[in-house]
T-cell receptor, first 110, second 114 residues
Framework: QKEVEQNSGPLSVPEGAIASLNCTYS??????FFWYRQYSGKSPELIMF????GDKEDGRFTAQLNKASQYVSLLIRDSQPSDSATYLC??????????FGSGTRLQVQP | EAQVTQNPRYLITVTGKKLTVTCSQN?????MSWYRQDPGLGLRQIYY???????DKGDVPEGYKVSRKEKRNFPLILESPSPNQTSLYFC?????????????FGDGTRLSIL
């Protein structure tokens, strides 16, 4: 079992819709969770981080964390074509700074 | 401007020819790390450093070396590169080694070993 798992996608949504990206992790001791966006050939860019159970909102982005079920999700409201990218979930397990999932490719159709 | 700078951005070389990829950050970060990214495998950590003269292996350290003689620099060394080291490499840094510290990434180095 991978430490951090994501569906590779592609996840295709129409412009203006809500995109929902999910991530599960195996280490129950994980405490910090990050979402990075990566455009093709570019470096990962931090979008959001969340430490506590519940929701955290930042603009069009909402991160949701459920430690009991060991999943974290990212919602993107009013999706735009410019949101088309690969979204990487990263978890801080304590052994070292971050363990990454392999990413979910999001396609927003105009 | 706060940044992580990697050089070179692209490199094509041959098997066995030693190479070094440099990484420098100007944010006075303690923690630095190298990742490689391959299709379907995501970002995998090669080596990391919690501070000057402190380095440790990540998930895929075979065939790589690093050093941390100065806080700002963390070079990645391939003593005898092989084709399976063809990959996209990222250097990253964060303020310190603690859970919850986001990492800042360099622009990446695309390395091809023939």
């Amino acid at each position: 079992q991978k430490e951090v798992e994501q569906n590779s996608g592609p996840l295709s949504v129409p412009e203006g819709a809500i995109a929902s990206l999910n991530c599960t992790y195996s280490d129950r001791g994980s405490q910090s969770f990050f979402w990075y966006r990566q455009y093709s050939g570019k470096s990962p860019e931090l979008i959001m981080f969340i430490y506590s159970n519940g929701d955290k909102e930042d603009g069009r982005f909402t991160a949701q964390l459920n430690k009991a079920s060991q999943y974290v999700s990212l919602l993107i409201r009013d999706s735009q074509p410019s949101d088309s990218a690969t979204y990487l979930c990263a978890v801080s397990t304590g052994r070292r700074a971050l363990t990454f999932g392999s990413g979910t490719r999001l396609q927003v159709q105009p | 401007e706060a940044q992580v700078t990697q050089n070179p951005r692209y490199l094509i070389t041959v098997t066995g020819k030693k190479l070094t990829v440099t990484c420098s950050q100007n944010m006075n970060h303690e923690y630095m790390s190298w990742y490689r990214q391959d299709p379907g495998l995501g970002l995998r950590q090669i080596y990391y450093s919690m501070n000057v003269e402190v380095t440790d292996k990540g998930d895929v350290p075979e065939g790589y070396k690093v050093s941390r003689k100065e806080k700002r620099n963390f070079p990645l060394i391939l003593e005898s590169p092989s084709p399976n080291q063809t990959s996209l490499y990222f250097c990253a840094s964060s303020l310190e080694f603690q859970q919850g510290q986001p990492q800042h990434f360099g622009d990446g180095t695309r390395l091809s070993i023939l």
